[in-house]
């Protein structure tokens, strides 16, 4: 079993003694995550989660970083007025290659449900490290890894929530509820990007 002392070897080490990929395995083997680190008081974030000067820009922002704002797509009336619907597919495509993202509001998903879905993370991860050490896991065939990788891996993933019978050790019934709302946002993601991009739906529901 490790310890929290396992967890020690992952603080900041001297330039000198710096071992990343000593680092990361010292990190990895302890099962314990991030929420593992901050349990034992750590204060300075660790040298393998900082990106390498040589890798980032340059470029400094300027003095107008406080009036950038992260894109808002607004789903409200997409089905109903063709005006905003078209209007929604030139802020998808703007975001998207400007961004990289962006936050979408009035999806159909009930408060509630995301707040229960909220909540159930949050159990997992107050459980005792020994618990969720269980579920701990870097083989990518296995159902409990992660699996948002892609817009073409949505539809899989949650037809793969389904299909589970427990997540994370937990009951699902949160989980399942919350994919059957998603899965209708995804659908309609779907159709949005294959007019942004020209692919057509059908294609990409066959990538699903």
Known sequence: MK?????QKILPAQEQDYDRSEELKAFDDTKAGVKGLVD???VT???IFLMPPENILSAKLDDHVDSFQVPVIDLKSINLDPAAHTEVVKKIRNASEKWGFFQVINHGIPQ???????TGVRRFHEQPKEVKMEFYSRENEKKIWDAWKGIALFVTTIRLVLNLTGLWGTPNTVILT????FYKITLEASRFFTKITGLMSLHMMELS
């Open 3 to 7: 310890t929290d002392s396992d967890l």
């Open 40 to 42: 034992t008081g750590v």
């Open 45 to 47: 974030i660790p040298r």
């Open 112 to 118: 509630d449900v995301m707040n229960k879905v909220i």
């Open 178 to 181: 919350f994919s059957q709302f």
